[in-house]
């Protein structure tokens, strides 16, 4: 039993299901009590890294549970001095932080819950190219929602899976919850080979086929020893969803994107914004089930 909400595989398929449930419980019922769950509670929003969706939404999603929150601004905090990260977090803790949201590029999750209080929660809101477990529950979410059970799914994630916690994630998720059909597309040089039970496909007309969900990923160029993209437009001519190579899908496939989104690089206007698109609807998630989790639903 875990306090934290670190990485997906720490839990069991009933503590994921559990924890989607009472997400949309909160989309459903407004219910006054839970508008409490956070009283005298503080969460503090450790973002490292760049982030709009993510953060903003934690931050709502504690101030919906009425939390204190304090969102600290990282290039003008002393970690900009040489402070580490544990230091930082020490620091908080002894102001009487109760929950910490933290996103880091390096591998820091455990190291900080080595150094928390037993009453003190940590949140990982993305870590390096290894997990982001509160995206991977709000692409669940959005699945459940669309699809109903996970059991006889086809799911495709395209584009840069070398470099993906949202993919590994979402992945690890998917797996959990009984979906046992997952397909990798992206060109050769991006795709992982740390990520198991799951198929590679290089071209998009064999990969896409059959499937019910297509979730589209970001080149994270930030990540990448450089040279791993030779050609943009012979990237975008093979992986772009356009829709002509959407219609390669089952007819009623869904369209995800964690964003942010590169417009005419892996996505066109048309298939973001057209009707099987669902990523607005992932965005509408990540508010309830950053909730759930701050409530310690799981
Ligand atoms: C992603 C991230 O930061 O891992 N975005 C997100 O949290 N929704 C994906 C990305 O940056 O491409």
Do not use: W
């Not at 219910?31 to 769950?37: K, S, T």
């Not at 969460?43 to 919906?64: C, G, I, M, W």
């Not at 933290?102 to 928390?116: F, K, T, Y």
Request: glycine share 6%.
């Amino acid at each position: 039993m875990t306090r934290h909400f670190i990485d997906i595989k720490d839990f069991t398929q009933q503590q994921l299901l559990q924890l989607l449930e009472s997400a949309q419980g909160f989309i459903k019922n407004n219910i006054v009590e839970d508008r409490a769950l956070l009283t005298g509670k503080t969460v503090t929003n450790l973002f490292f890294e760049p982030s709009t969706r993510t953060h903003a939404s934690f931050d709502l999603a504690a101030q919906k549970l009425n939390a204190h929150v304090i969102n600290l601004n990282i290039e003008n905090s002393s970690a900009t001095k040489g402070e580490t990260v544990t230091d930082t977090v020490a620091n908080l803790q002894a102001m009487g932080v109760d929950i910490f949201v933290v996103r880091h590029r390096e591998r820091v999750m455990r190291e900080i819950a080595n150094i928390l209080k037993p009453s003190v929660r940590l949140i990982n809101a993305g870590e390096g190219a290894s997990s982001h477990p509160t995206q991977a529950m709000l692409d669940l979410l959005t699945i459940q929602q669309c699809k109903k059970n996970f059991n006889n799914l086809r799911v495709a994630i395209v584009g840069d899976l070398k470099h993906s916690r949202v993919a590994r994630s979402t992945i690890a998720g998917l797996q959990i919850l009984g979906c046992t059909d997952i397909v990798l597309i992206g060109p050769k040089n991006l795709l992982p080979d740390d990520i198991t039970f799951v198929t590679q496909e290089t071209d998009m007309k064999t990969g896409l086929k059959n499937t019910d969900v297509i979730i589209m990923l970001r080149i994270q160029k930030e990540r990448m020893v450089s040279g791993l993209i030779h050609n943009e437009q012979e990237y975008i001519d093979h992986y772009q969803l356009n829709a002509e190579k959407l219609a390669y899908a089952k007819k009623d496939a869904i369209v995800m994107h964690p964003g942010p989104m590169n417009r005419g690089i892996e996505i066109t206007d048309e298939v973001a914004d057209g009707p099987q698109s669902v990523i607005l609807q992932q965005v509408r998630n990540g508010v309830a089930v950053r909730m759930a989790i701050l409530a310690g639903k799981f």
